[in-house]
């Protein structure tokens, strides 16, 4: 008899280049109410900045087709969420989980990596924590940028040898080492295409779906353009703030949509013949 795994098969998805896994995946590991996870992340004592580069908010679809609240989280969150959870089987989990990060790595970044030493990492930190006071920074955008440039899971993995060309690229100035050239202005795309077009009488028409801002599997591209503006430099706090009551107003009409749908079937279900939605 083949033994029962002591974490899902997919407990370990790659993200933005990062290594993460999910509460869902926690939650079934642990033996955890969903529900229970999210309202201890919901709550968790660590400070913002480690909240906003170790935790990420996501949705997923139930069983019903409702959009649920779910998170994201680096190894280093994981740990901090779990570092709770007591008792014999879920030491074992953790040993697996924590086994099943470092192996995902070993393989996404061919193995062992010789990262920023403590000290590097400090002044990094530091670097960070300067900057985010900048309007249109912050502590998540600055980091990615790092990440995204140097093409590593997390700063901390960026080689010691390359750590003045980190500095370079964070201060916007050409490293004395010659490592980093000062990258020229970059031309942001955003064609129709990337609006998700549903079927549409005319052509070049087409529906902005709220799959494209709610549904962290499609890329949410227009949060990602935002999220590179950031990391070059521009003060897209206005166009933050747009895209944040965008997503709201995405997350209630959607919510809403669920909602007509159950009634819609419950009406059915006692023989009335109920259709929301256009008429044409």
Known sequence: MTAQ????????????????????KVAEAFGK????????????????KFNELNFEGIEYTDGRGRQKPAFEMTK???????MGFTGHKAAQVKEAYIAAFNEMAAQLYGGPIQ?????????IQQIV????????????????????????GTYKDIPAERFGSAKAFLMGVESIEGDYEPAPPTL?????????????PLPQQAWLTHEAVLDPGYGRPCEKLLNELAANGHDI???????????????????????????ADNALMRGLNTWFGPRH
């Open 5 to 24: 795994p002591l974490i899902p098969t997919d407990a370990i998805v790659l993200h933005d280049n990062q290594v993460r896994t999910t509460s869902l």
């Open 33 to 48: 109410r969903h529900d229970n996870v999210i309202r201890k992340l919901q709550t968790i004592d660590c400070s913002q």
């Open 76 to 82: 280093d969150g994981f740990v901090f969420l779990v």
């Open 115 to 123: 990262g920023l030493t403590p000290a590097q990492q400090r002044e």
């Open 129 to 152: 924590s300067r900057l985010a006071q900048r309007p249109g920074n912050t502590y998540a955008s600055l980091y990615r940028g790092l990440k995204d440039h140097f093409q590593v």
């Open 188 to 200: 942001y795309h955003y064609p129709i295409e990337t609006a998700k077009p549903r079927t549409m």
């Open 237 to 263: 706090s206005g166009a933050a703030q747009e895209y944040k009551a965008l997503y709201l107003l995405a997350r209630t009409g959607s919510s809403i949509m669920h909602e007509m749908r159950d009634l």
